[in-house]
Antibody, heavy 116, light 107 residues
Framework: EVQLVESGGGLVQPGRSLKLSCAASGFTFSDYYMAWVRQAPTKGLEWVASISYDGGSTYYRDSVKGRFTISRDNAKSSLYLQMDSLRSEDTATYYC?????????WGQGVMVTVSS | DIVMTQSPTSMSISVGDRVTMNCKASQNVGSNVDWYQQKTGQSPKLLIYKASNRYTGVPDRFTGSGSGTDFTFTISNMQAEDLAVYYCMQSNSYPYTFGAGTKLELK
């Protein structure tokens, strides 16, 4: 059974950092591009970042470029999102997902709240 | 960034209805549009990829069409379990961008 399990969310003050993790199982993690997608409370979906199979290529939306870093550890079948200089507008549920159209897997999401 | 303009924002529908929603891309995205379903409290689920391909296990009442800038998603025979918010997304180029969503509600 395929599983993506996010962790690391919580309440953080503006300007501080947080690192999200996503543990994958049930598929060959290294064969997939991976991505983070977020959803602010009562809002729509927003793609945040993607990473290639070996981590050699990364892609970000403009609003997080320079503040967020996506990375992966294929040996641990894990995806990460290092979030620095957090802003109130980063408050959202963050989903870990495959960036592959023919194999679509999503985690249950982890909540990040940026507030003083 | 490519803007995906999705319409309508919401629809009041009845079981058995034919439901159609649209997405218009601000530039040519080829056939690289996906459609997702998100039920309340759940993660999104892919229904249609590359404009018209039904994802594994998706019932055939869900169909997609279009290319270039104009895309359509249809539910041919609305079921109660189809109540959800539906999103289009262009995967032609980064940054991927989603439409604002279409919420289906019971009449």
């Amino acid at each position: 059974e395929v599983q993506l399990v996010e962790s690391g969310g919580g309440l953080v003050q503006p300007g501080r950092s947080l690192k999200l993790s996503c543990a994958a199982s049930g598929f060959t993690f290294s064969d997939y591009y991976m991505a983070w997608v977020r959803q602010a409370p009562t809002k729509g979906l927003e793609w945040v970042a993607s990473i290639s199979y070996d981590g050699g290529s990364t892609y970000y939306r403009d609003s997080v470029k320079g503040r967020f870093t996506i990375s992966r550890d294929n040996a641990k079948s894990s995806l990460y999102l290092q979030m620095d200089s957090l802003r109130s507008e980063d408050t959202a549920t963050y989903y870990c997902t495959t960036d592959e159209e023919v194999e679509d897997y999503w985690g249950q999401g982890v909540m990040v709240t940026v507030s003083s | 960034d490519i803007v995906m303009t999705q319409s309508p924002t919401s629809m009041s529908i009845s079981v058995g209805d034919r439901v159609t929603m649209n997405c218009k891309a601000s530039q040519n995205v080829g056939s690289n549009v996906d459609w997702y379903q998100q039920k309340t409290g759940q993660s999104p689920k892919l229904l249609i990829y590359k404009a018209s391909n039904r994802y594994t296990g998706v019932p055939d009442r869900f169909t997609g069409s279009g290319s270039g800038t104009d895309f359509t998603f249809t539910i041919s025979n609305m079921q109660a379990e189809d109540l959800a918010v539906y999103y289009c997304m262009q995967s032609n180029s980064y940054p991927y961008t989603f439409g604002a969503g279409t919420k289906l509600e019971l009449k």
